[in-house]
């Protein structure tokens, strides 16, 4: 029953923009701290930006800090991700996470590809 559902993926040139969204259900969204990470070909997974569930704070790692940015809306159960200035090396499969810290549970949606490329 629990689902996310990432969306807004596809080829974009460098230097263009994207909006990847997840949509939630079957748990309780407010609740959770939600993280976008990514995975290029051949590369481990890495963290990209969270945020906490009221939505108040937020963390990037640096190579998309200024660039990109979080967002939730709990009323709608989503959490979106704007992706400007895109650069070749952004090229990776784009995944939302959900993470109760107190109850050690935790949910990834399935990935979608984001690809930057001329």
């Known amino acids: 029953q629990v689902q996310l559902v990432e969306s807004g993926g596809g080829l974009v040139q460098p230097g263009g923009s994207l909006r990847l969204s997840c949509a939630a259900s079957?748990?309780?969204?407010?609740?959770?701290?939600m993280t976008w990470y990514r995975q290029a070909p051949e590369k481990e997974r890495e963290f990209v930006a969270g945020?906490?569930?009221?939505?108040?704070?937020?963390n990037y790692a640096d190579s998309v800090k200024g660039r990109f940015t979080i967002s939730r809306n709990n009323a709608k159960n989503t959490v979106d991700l704007q992706m400007n200035s895109l650069k070749p090396e952004d090229t990776a499969v784009y995944y939302c996470?959900?993470?109760?810290?107190?109850?050690?549970?935790?949910?990834w949606g399935q990935g979608i590809q984001v690809t930057v490329s001329s």
């Open positions: 079957g748990f309780t969204f407010s609740r959770y701290f």
């Open positions: 945020i906490t569930s009221g939505g108040d704070v937020t």
């Open positions: 996470h959900a993470q109760h810290l107190g109850w050690r549970t935790d949910y």
